[in-house]
Each structure stands twice: as structure tokens, then as C-alpha cells.
């Protein structure tokens, strides 16, 4: 019976965040604006995108080779992966012990390079401008992401996400020092890792000034759209992951009745709705980074967290 | 029993060498080539099976041979260990992949009695020197070790380059030999006692054992490719023919490891607290600096070699934490750090041989190893580009494959290293942290440009549009190191379990066993702390897209339209458009090489209506070369120039000068206290 | 209780650090006072927690004069001289960002590692706070390393000052004569030194320390 339950579990967190991954992008784009005074698209115009680009055929460059159309379904898939592995409404997910926290980012950075090398496959030169920016950004980001993962895994004392959210949640863990300036680099990193002003412009299209929209120019059809829909599990995965690190209230524990749960899906949400409003406004009130500052944004993300791990390593209490 | 097995393979291994010159001169080329290195294949697979043999066997029997060889009152000690075993796995495993591919890729040689001899008898040093049991055999086979592949460097000596290579390589070599020669010195002490038993039983006190220390740090670490001696090994080994690469680069790197490990932790006795430090610093230095180097190169062979560098700085590293723990007496974490550097030796000495197959094949079928000429190769060598894909993959420390796991092992040591009580440690351990974390993400850079610019985009030139695929024997080498890299990704824990009585021996404690875990997951210490499931996560990825890929399918749309690239309305955009390897590393080479390189741009614009092209110049500097190796040579050079009258004596002077020093010795002998 | 006044002292005096990186981070003049601000008034709010804990009544009349002086007066202040001089849109630097905050963290690291280390016996929360404070007290000389411009020098030495009224507020019972004197002394100083960017400024024509090198004839 307990297995048949975990599993259920397990499967309902990957639907779930399948299901709501367009409505949370679909309602940051529409936050965004009516923070402009637009009416904005509908709240489920993602999944018409989505639905729309799918049944469409794919038109795929003359010269595309066998990787180009393997990859969409394999960045998909890993994304949906990572995605399923964080906790969302609650924390006894079945297989949450098969990646910690380190391989998680391993996992979306394997997801990364095979699209980088999609931009490089075609042979144009916006692939290429935009692989070449986007190895550029994660070399800063993946260090910066994993010093901050040594942080939070010292003050939890692993690196399971279900251990460290647990942690998190208990009294035990208090104000840190390191833990604030952990998050601050953590937001960056999400910021740059999801192509989000002022790093990368996901509204833009002209293509000199794009990094993730000009790696996938070539793409069309269900190409596309499994690439659109991992850009928005990754969007939610990171805001998972910072709601289930620092904001850990409600998730329920692993042998929960149907009112936890309940009340862990409430809190979810709300924590979504809570940081897609915040993310709309930040970045309608920030305007885009010329792509020589990026470095230097991200190098202080790295620095920050360098700086929580130092802390940490010399002092238990900080 | 085993090492007078082992010891059989290796005069078996150096017989070769005559029969393929007498061979090589009375039939053909093709038959001396087929017949070497299928016999190197088979004697290689057979010491690779006596050694797992004697790693897996249960009973840790250590077995010993003494040849009456070498010195007359020594004789020549040999004996497999479980480090030794473990290391010959390594060494033979990369000996019978490279004499596999070697079967079709030797055919291409333009003269292959200049390899062919060298080439068993390279195997049969790095055999050997793994298992030397004495100073003195163990000096003997490390030289021959250099000697051979010296000569395997140069034997395409038509290239003024290659020459280059290998005069530099040799003089390094020459001063690895020579540091390890004094480091031994130091061991043996007075009594000149050189069996490793004696050093052993009697380690030197705490001076002596820091510049034994140090000298082996600079003897095996000139072998290793540490930083900053490190500047002979992405000429010479890209010089080499490209199985020889593989092995210089898999695992010539691995037996200097080795040697590293074998004094350090085992003749050296109890370690002094600054060591660790040393080595960390060392280690996590190499592992940024040779990536940035290889995202700087355009030879496919060098990008390779200085990749090679970048993770020789993470074994160290590893290493250097397992020092640390040794020291304070932590001897579980020492046993998990050493496990991540020695797993790491072996899943870089089966990726790279990969990767080094893949660019000899792409060498063979195109003549050429610059990045820039290539691309489209995807279309022209399916297969190869395959097993080169995952070879990056694995390289890359990407999950689900091989590199992946020994990278997770290494940063599950450093998470901790906060009960180090050391302060210098606590500093220096997050930084290294940082520092392998930096290489991990530039490395995937690094194999994506390596990658994405040879075999995919547009063929750039002819020579890579006419490429033709690969023969069988070297596409079977290569699934067959490209399906170990899997297996050890998904599979780490039976690994980590054949590693267990290799760092028992060492550092006096183990990892928990991992073959009785649930689901094959590995647990480095304990569930609720850190726990990683290849397997799991390589079925999810593969499970999950097939589903995508079927419903859609189904659902949705498989249809299929080719048309056009984009190219902003132009039609028929010359190849030339498209993005180069150098401009992909414009970026980093921006922010990171401006410091490191001194990177610097000039551009220079025509005036416009000028019909003359704008030219872009980057300026690199290699500040370590500049710094070091230039006022090195300098100085040489000028002792030379000043040295160089003595040519012009008589040949009285001579004698006379010779009279001199020999009653000057004399002297010293009659007046030594 | 106990636990959580630490946990809250110790967040502020780490989030002093935090606001010294971002002054380092800063390359634009106006953005430097703005997080100058934000420094004095993380400074106010952990000396007035220090005060609320210690239950020393006179440590709020520090916190007060930091909010009022280092937050509201000086900030202002000095952007109507920036504004007056026109170079508020200035951007300048002497070293990268990158650079600037690797040697920051290397401060860091070296001033917890003494604090720590020398001071072994003391009480958790004074030694982690002196540790804060030299980390800031170094921060805020680095800060002044790294500025061509008059004006940063300046920001650099007054969050110098914060690191030091924040090691003395850490340290129990310090007199509050002393305090008011090092504010105003400091005050003064801000005063004396704006007179003189004013006067540098109608001679020489720049407040650029580089180009006031030139003058002295040290060629560089």
C-alpha cells in the first residue's frame, strides 16, 4: 500500500508541475503586463501555444543532423526530471534519494549542454552567437550554484533536497548569516539560468541582443515547443527550489493525510503566485544588462557565495 | 603467483620489439602492423585480467618476485598490491583499447617501424613501473617508460614541430627522472637500503621526508602535467600518433599518479599538516588553468591535452583532501576523498583514450586537427561522432556517464572538510571547492566548442566535406571505452567496492559497501546525506523522453518539412558565415583571459570606402612560459655561449682539465670528515 | 531568546559586510551614496538591536545619530556636491569588479581567521562581531583603494568608520563620550574634506586623484 502511494506521489508531483509550468510563465507574462497597462495575453494562452506548436510540422534547416532533432526531446526530459525531483507540496517523493541537490544541477547542466550544441548545429552564425553567450553565462553560474549548494548543505548537513527541506523547516535552523547571502546569489543565478532580464530578455526577438532565443532560432513545431515547455519547468524548478529552501512552510511531510497535502498544495501555489508577482516586478523595473556586465553580475553571485561557504566552513555559527 | 604472471606479459610485451623490427624489414607493413598489435592486445588483455584478479581476490594476498637483475646486491624487487593492481587495470585496460584501435588506425602510418618497436616495449615500462617494488627497478622503468615514448613522440619526425616537442619533452623528463632519482636517494638514506619494504619499515624524519615530499611532487607532477610544469605536455603528446596520445594522456598520466600516491602515501610515512595544503593548491590551480588553456586551442589534439592537464588538477585535488583527512586521522572521509581522485583516474584514462581515438580518426579521414577546418563531420562519420559525443559527455562531468560520478565523490569529500581543524585548510578547501566547480563548468564549455565545431555546422573545407567513416577495429575500440564510460555512470558502486581494499591499504579505512545498497544507488556516507543513482536517473532521462517522443508522435505531429537555414533573407550563405571556434571563446577569453592571458584585441578598421578587409588580432600570452621557461632557456643559452670555447682546446688542456678534476675529488675524498 | 538576539545581531553585522561588497560592486558614483545609505542604516539598525539586547539605553542616541547623520544628512549631502560638480553620472574605477571582490573575500577570510583565532575565550557574539567589523573596516580601506574619485575615497573612509562604531557597540559598555566624538569627528572631517573637494575642484578642475597626481609631478 505504502508503495502504491509513494508512487502515486511521485507521479502526481510530475504531472503537477508539468500542469501548472505554462499557467506560472502565462501568469508572470501577464502580471508583467498589466504592471504596463496592457491587457496582456490570457492567463492560458502558454498551453495554446504550446498545443498550437505541437500539432504544427517541423520544419527542420537542410543541413540539421540526427542530434538536432534528439535533443529537444532530451532537454525535455531532463528538465521534467530535475523538475520532479524538488519538493514541491510535499516532501516524500519516492525517488528523491536517486539525485541529490549536486546532481540535480549536473542534470540541468547536461540539459544545457546538449543545447548549446543544438545552437551550434545548423551552422548559422545567431546558433552560434547564442551558444557561445550561453556557455559564457553558466560557466559563472554553474560554480556560483554550486557554492551556494555547499552552503546550504553544510548548515542542513546533506545534500538531499527532502533532508535540507526538512532542516529548513525545523527550529533548529534560525537566521545565518551565510544563509542570506545565499539567497541573494541564489536569486541571480535564477535569474541568469532562466534567460530573465537583466540578464537575457525571454520577450525578445532581435537576435543580437538574444542568448537563449537565438541558441534555439532553428527550432519550429513540437521542437519548440518541448524547448518552450523546459524553459518553463525550469523557471518553476528554480522557484521550487527556492520556496522549498527558504520558505519552507506547508510542505507536507512524507506521511501526510489528505488535509497536509491539501494545505501543501495551497501553499504552493500561493508561493508561486507570490514569486511570479515578484519576478514581474523586478523585472519591469530593471532594464536589460549589456552582455559584458553579465560577467560581472554573476561573478558577485559567485563571490557571494564563495564568501557563505568561507563563513561557513571557519565558523559553525555563522 | 601473480607477479611472475605478470612479469611473463611483460617479457612477452618486450620481445615484440625485435620481432617487429625483423618482421617489419622481411614482410610487408600491413602484416608487422596487424601482428604487433594484436599480439599487444592479447598480452595486454591478459595482464589487465591478472590484475583484476588480484584486486578482487578476497584474500588481499600480496605476491612478490625478486629477479636477479639490476644491481648485483639488490636484485629487482617486483610486487602487485592492491594499489599496484588497480593501477595495472588501468594501464592495460587503456593498453588493449589502444592496440584495438591501433589494429585499423596503425594501417594509416606513414612509417611504422619508427612506432611499431617503441610501442610494446612502452607498455612493458608502464607495466613495470607499476610494479617495482625497489628504487632502483622502479627508476630504471620510469626512464624507459620516458625514453619510448619519446621516441613513439617523434616518429613522425618529418614535422619541425614534433622535433620541438620532443627535445622539450625529453629535457622535462630528464628533470622529473632526476627529482625522483634524489627523492629515492633521500628514502634509501645512509644505509642505501632501496627495496621499498626498508623504506617503509623506516621512514625518514620530518626534514628529510618535506623534500622527499617536494621532489615528488616536481618529479611525478612534471610526468602529471601539473602546473607550472606542465608546459611539455600539450606539445608532446598531440605530436604523437594518435593511440600513443591516448595512452600518453590516459594513462602515461595515471602511472605519474601513481608514482605520486605510492610515495606520498605510502613510503612517506605520517604526513606533515602543510602537505595537503600544497597539494590542493596545486591541484586546484591545474584544473582552471588547463581548461581556460584548452578553450583557447584550435588543434582538436591540444584542446585534449590541456584537458588532460585540467584533470590531472582534479585527482590532485582529490588527493590533496585525502592528505588532509589522512592527517588529522579522518580516516572515513580520507577513504572517500582518495576513493573520488583514484575513480577519477580511471574514468579520465577511459574518456580520454576515448576522445583521443575520435580525434585520430577524425584525422585520419580529414588530414587535419585544426577545429577551424572542420565541421559537418555528424554527416560524414555518424558513428565516430557518436562515441566523440559521449566521450564529451563523460569529460564534461555530466550525468548519467562516468566523469560525473568521480566529480560528485569528490565534492561529497569537500562538503566535509569543515571538521578539518585546521585554519589554513578551512580557507583553502572552499576555494579549491570554487575552483574545481569553475573547471567543471568551463570543461563543458570546453567539449562543446570541441565538439560542436568539429562535427557539427557546415564543412568548412573540402578535406571535411570528403571525410569518410572510420574502419571497424577502431569504431570497436571506441563503443567499447564509450560503453565502459557508461557502465561506470550508472553502475559507480561495484567500482567503488573494487577500490575499497586499494584505499584501505592507503589510508587505513574505507567507503561503506555500495553493492548491497538498495536500487544500486551509491551513499558515500549515509542516506539522508548524500545519495546518487546513475542507473535511476539515466532510465528516468531515457523513459521520460521516449514517452515525449511517443505522444507526441502520436498526438500531435511527426511530420517532417526541410527547408532552408535562416540567414536573415541571404540564400546560399558560404560556409564561411558561420560561427568559429574562436569566436566562441570570445566571451570567456574575455572574461577570464584577460587577466590569465593578457588577453588583448586589436582591431583595425579601414577607412571607410576602403575596399581592404578589417582584421582582428588577438594577443595571447602564455605568462607561465614567459615567466618561467623563457629565463630558463635565456639562461641556458647564455651558459652554453659562454661554455662554448672549451670546445676549442687542445688536447693537452683537455687532459689537463680532466687531471684537475679528478685531484680535486681526490682532495674532497682526503679532507671529508 | 538568547539564541534568537544572537541569530538577529549577527544577520545585521553579517548584512554590514554584504552592503560593504555592494559598495565594491558599485561603479557609478550616485548608486555608491545610495548604498552608502543603505550601510549607515543597516549600521543604526544593528547598533539599536545591540542597544535593545545590551539594555544600554544610550547606545539608541548612537543608532539615532548614525540613522540621521550617515543615512539621511551626509548622503544627501554629498549628492548635491556630486550633482554641483556634475559627476554624478561618473563611472569609475581603478580595478574590475571581479578582481575588487576576490580581494574582498580574501579580507574577509583573513579577518575572521585572526578575530577567531586570537580571540578563542571571548564570548561567541563579540568575537564573530569584531570579525564582522574588521571585515568591514578593511572592506571600507579597499573600497578607498579601488576609487579614482575624491568623492568614493571619501564613502570609502566613512564606511571605515561604521566598522569601527560597529566593533565598539559589539564590545559591551562603551562609553558614550566617545562614541559622539568619533561621530562628529568624523562629521568634521566630511565637512573639512568637502571644503576641499570644492577647492580642489575650482583649481584643478577635477576631483580625478589621478590627474591631481599629475600636479604633484608624479608621473605615472
Known sequence: MAVIRDIAFQGGQMLLVLLLAPLLTGFVRKVKARLLRRQGPPLLQPYRDLIRLMRKDAVLADNASWLFRVIPYFVFAATWIAASLVPTFGSGLLFSWSADLIALIAVLGSARFFLALAGLDVGTAFGGIGSSREVMIASLAEPAMLMIMFTLALIAGSTQLSTMSAFMNSPEVGLRVSLGLGLIALIIVAIAENARIPVDNPATHLELTMVHEAMVLEYSGRHLAQIELAAMLKLLLYISLIACLFVPWGISPPTADPVHLAIGVVAYVGKLAVAGVMLALFETAIAKMRVFRVPGFLGAALMLALLAALLRFVSRSF | MMVVYALFGVAALVALAPIAVAFGVSQGKDTTTTLIYGACLIVTLGLCTIALLSLFDVSHTISQATLPLGLPWLGAHFRIDALASFFLVVVNLGGAAASLFALGYGRHEESPLRVLPFYPVYLAAMNLVVMADDAFSFLVSWEFMSLTSWALVISNHRVRENLRAGFIYLLMAGFGTLSLLLAFGLLAGAAGNYAFDAIRAAPPVAGVAALVFILAIVGTGSKAGLIPLHAWLPLAHPAAPSHVSALMSGVMTKVAVYGFVRIVFDLLGTPAWWWSLVVLAIGGATAVMGVLYALMQRDLKRVLAYSTIENIGIIFAALGLALAFKTEGLNWAAALALTAGLFHVFNHSLFKSLLFFGAGSVLNATGTRDIEQLGGLIHRMPQTAFVFLAGCVAISALPPLNGFVSEWLTFQAILQSPQLPSWGLKLMVPAVGALLALSAALAAACFVRAFGFTFLGRARTPAASGAQETDSNSLAAMYIVAALCLIAGILPGVFIDALAPVVQSLVGGRMPVQTSVEWLSIVPIAESRSSYNGLLVFVFMISSGAIAAFAIHRLASDKVRRGPAWGCGYPDASTATQYTADSFAQPIRRVFGTVVFRAREIGEMPPPGSTEPARLTVELHDLIWDSLYAPIAAGVAFAAERLNYLQFLTIRSYLSLVFTALVLLLLVLAIWP | ?220
Do not use: C
Open chain 3, 1 to 220: 531568546m538568547r539564541g534568537l538576539s544572537f541569530d538577529i545581531a549577527h544577520m545585521l553585522a553579517g548584512s554590514l559586510v554584504l552592503v560593504s561588497f555592494l559598495q565594491l560592486y558599485q561603479d557609478r558614483l550616485s548608486a555608491l551614496i545610495n548604498v552608502f545609505a543603505m550601510h549607515a542604516l543597516v549600521l543604526a539598525l544593528s547598533v539599536a538591536w545591540q542597544a535593545f539586547v545590551q539594555e544600554a539605553p544610550h547606545l539608541y542616541i548612537t543608532a539615532v545619530i548614525a540613522l540621521v547623520f550617515k543615512a539621511i544628512v551626509i548622503p544627501v549631502a554629498l549628492r548635491r556636491i556630486i550633482v554641483r560638480l556634475g559627476i554624478h553620472r561618473e563611472i569609475e574605477a581603478v580595478v574590475g569588479v571581479g578582481l575588487a571582490m576576490l580581494v574582498g573575500i580574501g579580507l574577509v577570510a583573513l579577518s575572521m581567521v585572526v578575530m577567531l583565532r586570537v580571540t578563542a575565550e571571548a564570548d561567541p557574539l563579540a568575537r564573530e562581531d569584531l570579525a564582522f567589523a574588521l571585515s568591514v573596516v578593511l572592506l571600507g580601506l579597499l573600497v578607498m583603494v579601488t576609487r579614482r574619485n575624491a568623492v568614493g575615497q571619501v564613502i570609502g573612509f566613512m564606511s571605515l568608520e561604521n566598522g569601527l562604531v560597529l566593533a565598539a557597540t559589539g564590545a559591551k559598555g562603551m562609553p558614550l563620550v566617545v562614541e559622539i566624538s568619533v561621530a562628529f569627528s568624523v562629521l568634521i572631517a566630511f565637512i573639512v574634506i568637502g571644503i576641499f573637494l570644492f577647492r580642489i575642484r575650482e583649481r584643478f578642475d577635477t576631483v580625478d586623484m589621478q590627474a591631481m597626481d599629475r600636479f604633484r609631478g608624479e608621473q605615472r
